[in-house]
């Protein structure tokens, strides 16, 4: 099929719709977030309209970037660690028979529609020293007594890995289940063992998939502030905790919008730097 | 009862309460039907559905006023809204249930119709932190409900009850408190400065302010969860996980008759109290039926049916009241309370939820 530039205005209509909705759904709301986070903070009060800078100084410090650093790291680290487990975890999946599959995917699914709060909650549970994992260790014997594994850093990892496994394993599965399976018998025929063949030929050959993977593991887990709370200490809280917490307790939306507006920067700066580190090395092979 | 206050409803109970009144606008003949009316703004929730069931019935019967109860977020949201509606010259609620710092910013722009004192029967029974004053000396609002935040603890974990807000600094109770994440919500300034300071007016300069955040970090060693979220530490309180901490007295009250092994404990240095004002907007036209209204509200009976049914503290002196001992230590106590500083939450609430989020996160 030979695609054509558009000549006309109406050969645009098929994209006037996602358009309208980012529009609406997106560029204004962003927009208005972006104007109010210059807006003056009234204290005691609520917001005038202004232009002022103060709300971005009062974020530059060495106390914001500590958190700001962490919600980053906790990002990073939570999109290597589905990765890390989902490739295996679909490349396996995808060599099942289609009723295996179709039950373990209708399975993950179903974690989909369990909200933040449930998998808090259930977690905090399970990690809970009266009714938690480690009484079952205790009672096979592998434990003397049982102990609370939560809050702590562990605790919040595992439910922010929990909960976004389902989503790499559904971006990661169309390109595992459309991978040619001739490359790996190729490997195989010349003397590779099953694990070489998985790491020398099926990795590299979905780069770019495991790349989109990470990037939108790390936006997904940057939103998080739910399970930081229910499972973590103080210092283990989010950016997006704080953001919360001036805009709905302290009601000072121009500092929330400002931290905001912070936050999407430096996430759309990391995205970019990532793409551009990824195409550099593809020029260079 | 506090999940309203926590906000998280309140943009819901905002619209229906904001729909009711622009409804109850636009059709002034309802309105003019019925002879005498007023719509009064209550936290929407536990404490509307309660009013609504216990309070207004009676109140209509008693004195033929018909109350349109309106839902109101708790917040500042309701402020604003009319605030802005007075500047207007309409009133979205005649008598409206407001925060403490929400009387206080109210106050800066006159948003209070004065009450006149002489028309509410009790004035003289009423306890004087309820009567919130303009610094002239008008009277802004008369207490509507009150409730304690007192020291809770898990029975089997603490066969003796805890005596002193102190026991919160206690070494021995390393990583096993619960307390409230929010220097706002938790008034823990206020329990140091009593605990320690010799009282609540030691916050009256940043020196002693900053004193507080200091004698207050040597409890960060001791808790185990920061809470926003209510539900999450009465269960760990219940079930042991974490043994101690602050919350409200009349649930865990509650949680302990259902046969948990909590109790709440009134410390010597007294509990936090913390209440709503009825308060009456410059903009409304209903004078008369409001001072009716909060007299009605402040009468000994009703209060003691608000404990009784509701579970609120009473504003009125305990001699006056026929609330039994036993009906009367379920919402309430002779210790004089700890009452937070909400002067301070107005006009340095940005730098005390600075010091306070690198207090505890740092």
Request: charged content about 15%.
């Amino acid at each position: 099929m030979r695609r054509e530039t558009p000549q006309r205005l109406t050969d645009y209509a098929p994209i006037a719709f996602p358009a309208i909705m980012l529009t609406v759904f997106f560029v204004i709301p962003f927009g208005t977030m972006i104007s109010v986070s210059f807006f003056q903070r009234q204290q005691g009060g609520f917001y005038t309209p202004a232009f002022v800078f103060s709300n971005y100084e009062r974020f530059l410090s060495l106390f914001f970037a500590n958190v700001l650093g962490f919600s980053l790291m906790l990002a990073v680290l939570v999109a290597i660690c589905c990765v890390v487990l989902g490739v295996p975890f679909t490349y396996l999946l995808t060599r099942l028979t289609r009723r295996a599959q179709i039950i373990w995917m209708v399975v993950l699914l179903s974690v989909l529609s369990l909200s933040e709060v449930i998998i808090g909650f259930a977690w905090s549970t399970l990690f809970s020293r009266t009714a938690g994992i480690t009484n079952l260790l205790v009672v096979l014997g592998l434990m003397e007594k049982a102990v609370a594994l939560s809050p702590g850093f562990p605790a919040v990892l595992t439910a922010m890995v929990y909960q976004a496994l389902p989503y790499t394993i559904l971006v990661l599965y169309p390109a595992l289940i459309r991978l040619d399976p001739t490359l790996t018998e190729a490997a195989r025929t010349l003397g590779a063992s099953p694990l070489r063949a998985f790491f020398t030929v099926v990795v590299p050959a979905l780069r770019t998939t495991i790349m989109a993977t990470l990037i939108m593991v790390f936006i997904f887990a940057l939103g998080s502030y739910l399970l930081p709370q229910i499972l973590g200490r103080p210092q283990h809280w989010t950016l997006s905790v704080l953001i919360t917490d001036q805009a709905i307790y302290q009601s000072n939306m121009p500092f929330a919008a400002a931290m905001a507006v912070f936050l999407v920067l430096v996430t759309l700066a990391m995205v970019a730097l990532t793409l551009f580190a990824g195409r550099k090395r593809e020029a260079a092979t | 009862m506090r999940k309203i206050l926590n906000s998280s409803i309140s943009r819901r109970a905002m619209l229906g309460g904001t729909a009711a009144a622009i409804g109850a606008l636009s059709m002034p003949s309802i309105l003019r039907a019925q002879d005498r009316s007023l719509k009064v703004g209550v936290y929407g929730g536990y404490f509307k559905d309660s009013f609504d069931k216990n309070i207004f019935p009676d109140f209509t019967a008693a004195t033929g006023i018909a109350v349109e109860s309106i839902a109101e977020p708790t917040g500042e949201a309701w402020l604003v809204q009319l605030e802005q509606a007075a500047r207007a010259g309409v009133a979205p609620a005649d008598v409206s249930m407001m925060s403490q710092v929400a009387m206080l910013k109210g106050q800066s722009t006159e948003l209070w119709a004065p009450i006149d004192t002489s028309r509410i029967k009790n004035y003289d029974d009423l306890l004087p932190q309820f009567v919130n004053k303009y610094p002239d000396g008008r009277v802004a609002g008369i207490g509507a409900v009150a409730w304690y935040i007192t020291l809770v603890s898990n029975t089997d974990a603490y066969p003796e009850a805890p005596e002193s807000w102190a026991a919160l600094w206690d070494p021995a109770n390393a990583d096993k408190l619960g307390l409230l994440a929010l220097v706002s919500n938790s008034f823990l300034l206020e329990v140091t400065a009593k605990t320690y300071l010799g009282g609540t007016d030691a916050l009256d300069t940043e020196e002693g302010l900053n004193k507080a955040f200091e004698k207050l970090a040597e409890v960060k060693p001791n808790v185990r969860l920061w809470y926003r979220d209510e539900a999450q530490f009465e269960q760990a309180l219940k079930s042991g996980e974490i043994p101690m901490g602050q919350y409200y007295h009349d649930v865990t009250g509650l949680a302990a008759a259902d046969g948990h092994p909590v109790r709440s404990t009134f410390p010597k240095e007294g509990g936090i109290q913390d209440s709503g004002c009825w308060a009456l907007s410059r903009a409304s036209d209903k004078v008369e039926e409001a001072h009716v209204f909060i007299d009605y509200m402040s009468q000994p009976e009703i209060q003691a049916t608000l404990s009784r049914k509701v579970g609120t503290a009473p504003t009125l002196k305990r001699d006056v009241l026929d609330l039994t001992a036993e009906e009367f230590a379920s919402v309430s106590s002779d210790i004089d309370p700890i009452i937070p500083r909400y002067d301070l939450y107005q006009t340095k609430s940005d730098w005390l939820n600075q010091k306070w989020t690198e207090l505890i996160v740092g």
